[in-house]
């Protein structure tokens, strides 16, 4: 293809998302898409099922069965998030087993959220009203993403994780109702969760590469500040309720923005975790590692059965 | 209130407890995520039919009891599981073994206990049988798929197997609670499972190219309350969160 006709592809292309089109797996598209697509679908999966340990640590524990059963079924949920998500990146010609050969060399990222320790049963609630909640703030503008099988994941995906944000707010609530301990068993989780959440929205603006051609695509619909003081304005007034006092002096609603001003993230934080030194960075890599590795037999054996079958099958034929 | 009726519900009731709360062990460590999600999903399902069991108990204590104090409050010496479901995830091998062995008794207990004179029991059955045909289809699976598929796979299941074939027999144990439950027309005469429990098991270990074990010593002691020194560790992540912090709703 000669560089003109490869230009006046995009420029068709462009048209398209701008008409607000759904690009589907086997049509044309610049390799760059593809690319970002693979990387930010691919992430998204393996945050999802990187973000099944924290919770996982708490469900031999749970305080009822009640909630044991609840838990085991969010749990499941982001189980079939990955699952539906590492679907949706196959579309774009790669295979699951190099996206989570990526996932364990480091080489691809996952929400830097799942790298702190969910230490009580408070942040079990916290995780699902905090950290689902901001991930929905992102999510929610992505069901009008330009990649067709993204955006339909997308949709199912929200109405579940608005399911668990509810289910984690809950926790906070009856606990908040009880006694001094569980109250302050809740206020402690709000205080080592706050800021992570902040920070889930990812650098401010400024420092955020690639965001215009996100916008452009629609995998990016509001920048990360936008997003940031959205998930800010809509959760004080839960934490309200709650009686819980969120860990931010400088936190104030400002008539004239319309808009409550916060306080600054701590960056050298936010930057120490994503490189990969935050308190549970190595041991969820390792547990996934872990698991990938002992379960190679198992995965072995599943596919020489399947051979065996399908052999059988053909000299039935035959 | 009916002890014997409680006592039979525990022999029934805990093993679907201990083993979800073993299966609930693995959530998020499977061989891939397919698994994973089939295997806490039986959790799920063990740790339903308990809840309903549990209601019912504590319908019968009386007294302020709920299903979490019959759960979770209980001393070790007064949970009523068989060893067998509270044997460790050692390798993916012995939990699906594990599963397996424990299905196809479940299956037909519960085929049994929905012909129950006890409504509410019979009910439950119903409920869950439909639920455990699954759990049996998924485990019967794997043992073929581990026994036909390589040759260590082959030799890990055949392993497992071997190792937890001595907890098999304890499923066809009779309390006194069982026997009077028996009587009353409320129990399911378990000794009456078990020549076909072992045609089924063995026949689905032949399809698996995998022998069946012929051992004559078996081990025994969870129906009477006397368990495996893994059972304590169990319970202390059980019962943390309630003996820490006792009396609070959750």
Redesign the interface.
């Known amino acids: 293809m000669s560089e003109k006709e490869v230009k006046s592809l995009e420029e068709i292309f462009e048209a398209r998302i701008a008409r607000d089109e759904k690009i589907e797996p086997k049509e044309w598209m610049p390799e760059k898409y593809r690319k970002t697509h693979i990387r930010q679908i691919s992430q998204h999966a393996h945050s999802e099922v990187v973000g099944m340990l924290p919770e996982g640590n708490w469900i031999t524990r749970a305080p009822s069965l009640r909630r044991k059963v609840a838990l085991l079924a969010k749990i499941q949920d982001e189980g079939g998030h990955g699952l539906y998500l590492y679907s949706a990146a196959e579309t774009l010609g790669i295979s699951r087993d190099e996206l989570i050969e990526q996932l364990h060399s480091g080489e691809a990222k996952y929400s830097s959220i799942f790298n702190y320790p969910a230490v009580t049963w408070a942040d079990m609630g916290t995780v699902g009203w905090l950290v689902d909640g901001a991930a929905i703030m992102n999510q929610v503008a992505l069901m009008g993403t330009s990649y067709g099988p993204y955006a339909r994941a997308m949709v199912r995906i929200c109405k579940e994780e608005s399911f668990h944000q509810r289910q984690g707010y809950e926790i906070l609530l009856t606990l908040c109702n009880g006694t001094p301990e569980q109250k302050e068993m809740a206020q402690d989780s709000i205080n080592r969760w706050w800021w992570p959440s902040l920070m889930m929205f990812g650098p401010r603006d400024a420092d955020s590469p690639n965001t215009e051609q996100s916008v452009k695509w629609k995998l990016k619909r509001k920048t990360n500040d936008e997003l940031r003081q959205a998930f800010v304005d809509q959760t004080v007034p839960q934490a309200n309720i709650l009686g819980l006092t969120i860990p931010d002096s400088k936190l104030k609603w400002n008539e004239e923005r319309k808009h409550y001003d916060f306080g600054d993230i701590d960056w050298n934080e936010f930057w120490q975790v994503v490189k990969g030194h935050g308190p549970c960075n190595k041991q969820r890599i390792d547990a996934r590692v872990k698991a990938h590795k002992d379960g190679k037999w198992v995965r072995d054996a599943a596919m020489a059965f399947a051979e065996k079958q399908e052999n059988k099958e053909v000299k039935l034929a035959i | 209130m009916n002890n014997n009726l409680i006592q039979y519900i525990y022999g029934i009731a805990d093993n679907s407890l201990i083993l979800g709360?073993r299966l609930?062990?693995l959530?998020?460590?499977?061989?891939?995520?397919?698994?994973?999600?089939a295997l806490?999903?039986i959790?799920?399902d063990l740790?339903?039919q308990?809840?309903s069991y549990?209601q019912y108990v504590a319908k019968l204590q009386g007294n302020g009891a709920n299903?979490?104090t019959v759960?979770?409050l209980r001393l070790e010496r007064e949970y009523k599981n068989v060893l067998l479901v509270e044997q460790p995830n050692t390798?993916?091998g012995y939990s699906i073994t594990r599963q397996f062995l424990f299905d196809v008794f479940h299956l037909a207990l519960l085929e049994e206990l929905q012909k129950s004179k006890d409504e509410m029991l019979a009910a439950i059955a119903k409920k869950s049988i439909k639920e455990v045909l699954y759990h049996t289809r998924f485990s019967s699976d794997w043992i073929?798929?581990?026994g036909?598929?390589?040759e260590?796979?082959h030799n890990?299941i055949q392993t497992a197997i071997n190792d937890l074939w001595i907890f098999t027999d304890e499923l066809f144990h009779q309390t006194d609670a069982d026997k009077a439950m028996i009587a009353e027309g409320i129990g399911v005469d378990v000794t009456l499972l078990k020549i076909n429990y072992y045609k089924k098991v063995s026949s689905i270990l032949e399809e698996a190219t995998l022998q069946t074990p012929s051992i004559e010593y078996f081990q025994k002691g969870g129906k009477q309350g006397v368990h495996s020194e893994h059972m304590g560790f169990i319970l202390t992540?059980?019962q943390?969160?309630?003996r820490t912090?006792p009396n609070?709703?959750?």
């Open positions: 709360q609930g062990e959530c998020g460590h499977g061989p891939s995520i397919e698994t994973d999600i806490t999903n959790s799920l740790l339903g308990t809840r549990f299903e979490d759960a979770f390798d993916f073929k798929r581990l036909d598929g390589t260590e796979s890990r992540e059980l943390y969160m309630q912090y609070m709703t959750w």
